[in-house]
């Protein structure tokens, strides 16, 4: 794994740390350890999970203008909206859905079973 910080354009970033799976352009930071993982960082988002919370699979998005919570199952949809202006939450959206695979991969590590 390469964790990197991305700058807000997305276009360039520096590795931070580097370890078995790469991933570069986005630091991915999915560990089982913590109570709320980070799981990915990019454009000044930072998507996680809350560890003791419903089942359905899901991420949360926090910005400074405020956070939102997305379903990831069956499909990537928003659950709820708490401050992100709508054009945030579309990209948001758009994050979410490229990188999709990672952040399923990372509920399933989180959340076992």
């Known amino acids: 794994m390469e964790i990197w910080e991305v700058s807000a354009d997305g276009r360039s970033g520096r590795r931070v740390f580097t370890a078995l799976r790469p991933a570069p352009g986005i ?4 560990y089982a350890g ?5 799981v ?5 988002f930072r ?5 003791r919370e ?24 928003l659950a709820a909206n708490f401050g992100l202006k709508p054009k945030q939450v579309t ?10 695979n990672e952040i399923r991969s990372a509920w399933a590590t989180h959340f076992p079973g």
Do not use: C, M
């Open 47 to 51: 998507f996680y999970f809350f560890s």
């Open 34 to 38: 913590s109570v709320s993982p980070t």
């Open 54 to 77: 419903e089942r359905r699979a899901h991420v949360h998005v926090q910005h400074a203008g405020g956070e939102a919570k997305f379903w990831i199952e069956p499909t990537v949809a």
């Open 91 to 100: 990209e948001v959206q758009k994050l979410i859905e490229e990188h999709l």
């Open 27 to 30: 630091d991915w930071l999915g």
């Open 40 to 44: 990915l960082r990019v454009k000044g």
